[in-house]
């Protein structure tokens, strides 16, 4: 069974800082990707890895606050935010593919974790 775990949410203070993590298992990926989503919007791409090769790729509005990493031999990814804004309050979902990123590929791939909860305030 594929699973992508999420974990590392919460609630934060406005220029504070979280690390999101996501445990993967049941299969192998070849990327990973990082989307949130925020209420009354679409589900938007925040950053990803592939995971063989460890190239990072980010969405240009993350203005480098973001950065995804992993541990292979945690089979974990990871995302760290820093100087948080309101406007980062979204639910963050994990998500793996069984495709190499490119830059300016926002492909969502084909296994989607649970989400967990960012909240920022001001």
């Known amino acids: 069974q594929v699973q992508l775990v999420e974990s590392g949410g919460g609630l934060v203070q406005a220029g504070g800082s979280l690390r999101l993590s996501c445990a993967a298992s049941?299969?192998?990926?070849?990327?990973f990707g990082w989307f949130r989503q925020a209420p009354g919007k679409e589900r938007e791409f925040v950053a990803g890895?592939?995971?063989?090769?460890?190239?990072?790729y980010y969405a240009d509005s993350m203005n480098g606050r973001f950065t995804i990493s992993r541990d292979k031999a945690k089979k974990t990814v990871y995302l760290q935010m820093n100087s948080l804004k309101p406007e980062d309050t979204a639910v963050y979902y994990c998500?793996?593919?069984?495709?190499?990123?490119?830059?300016?590929?926002?492909?969502?791939?084909?296994?989607w974790g649970q989400g967990t909860q960012v909240t920022v305030v001001s």
């Open positions: 049941g299969r192998s990926f070849s990327s």
């Open positions: 890895i592939n995971w063989y090769g460890s190239s990072t």
């Open positions: 998500n793996g593919a069984t495709f190499l990123r490119r830059q300016g590929d926002y492909t969502a791939g084909e296994y």
